[in-house]
């Protein structure tokens, strides 16, 4: 009989603890249930719902159709719970990450909250430095006809441009880069990065000789970069035939300046880029002029 009391004890003081550990367990969700209410119920107050929009940094894009972009990225709730204009929960990654895809245009998208209801939305818009104008370059002027897309400094093709002369950007013709595989004109790139940069710096020290680089492209299994004229727009342009090597800022720059300094003393001074059929510096430590008789 005691053996039995002394089990009956032991049971009894087991069923105590359970009841006080689902009382506890039962009073922790009840606690969490609330919070979790009392949360939602705050996150969904009027204080902290947005209902302002600043857009800042817009030259030639919109505001308006930033604002519009950023209205329906906020639309919509989380889980079907908590709304995304919140505050506390806007998607900030999200719309950033949206507007640059939508607007090629822009380089980078700063989003920040002013108050509990306003959020600003900073837009740094790319800057045009090139154009690109198709695969194949023209002999002589570019038709006014022909289409070209704006490109930035890292060679970014980013938007449709407007018809300009030959002179006011340097020219891209080739096909361009994809690194994503994608086909579309804007979001490619006018060449592989690495290349693009040492083209570039090829072209800007060709102006420092005052050598008038206009258009730069491929032909023949070689690059070539067209010089401008003065004499006429439409006539057939002087070329600039190369390679690409690890000489070509140094060795060749320099054989270059020292061969057309001497051919234009030969000349009287004449400007001899009119006349150039082509200059070949595709081998060592030579300069060969060809010009139009």
């Not at 979790?36 to 817009?58: K, M, T």
């Not at 400094?153 to 096909?175: C, L, M, Q």
């Amino acid at each position: 009989m005691r053996v039995q009391h002394e089990v009956s004890l032991k049971e009894l003081r087991r069923e105590r603890k359970r009841k006080r550990l689902f009382a506890r367990i039962a009073l922790a969700a009840g606690i969490a249930v609330a919070l979790f209410s009392g949360a939602a119920v705050g996150l969904r107050s009027q204080y902290a719902e947005l209902n302002h929009i600043i857009v800042e940094g817009v030259r030639v894009l919109s505001d308006e159709d930033i604002r519009a972009f950023a209205e329906e990225t906020l639309r919509g709730k989380y889980a079907g719970i908590l709304p995304k204009a919140n505050i506390f929960l806007f998607p900030r990654r999200s719309l950033r990450d949206g507007i640059m895809k939508t607007y090629p245009r822009v380089s980078d998208v700063a989003v920040r909250a002013v108050d509990m209801r306003t959020i600003s939305i900073k837009v740094t818009e790319r800057e045009p430095a090139f154009l690109w104008c198709g695969e194949e370059a023209p002999i002589g002027a570019r038709p006014p006809e022909t289409p070209c897309y704006f490109a930035d400094a890292n060679g970014f093709i980013f938007d449709r441009a407007p018809h300009f002369s030959s002179d006011v950007y340097f020219e891209f013709y080739g096909a361009p880069f994809h690194p994503k595989g994608e086909k579309n004109i804007v979001g490619s790139y006018i060449l592989e990065p690495s290349e693009f940069r040492t083209i570039v710096s090829f072209y800007t020290k060709l102006k420092e000789l005052r050598l008038r680089p206009e258009r730069f492209f491929s032909r023949d299994g070689a690059y070539q970069i067209a010089f401008s004229r003065t004499d006429s727009k439409s006539a057939p342009r002087g070329r600039l035939v190369f390679e690409k090597s690890e000489s070509l800022l140094g060795d060749t720059i320099r054989n270059l300046a020292s061969a057309f300094m001497l051919k234009r003393t030969e000349r009287g001074g004449e400007d001899i880029l009119n006349g150039i059929e082509y200059v070949d510096v595709r081998f060592d430590n030579k300069v060969l002029f060809k010009f139009r008789d």
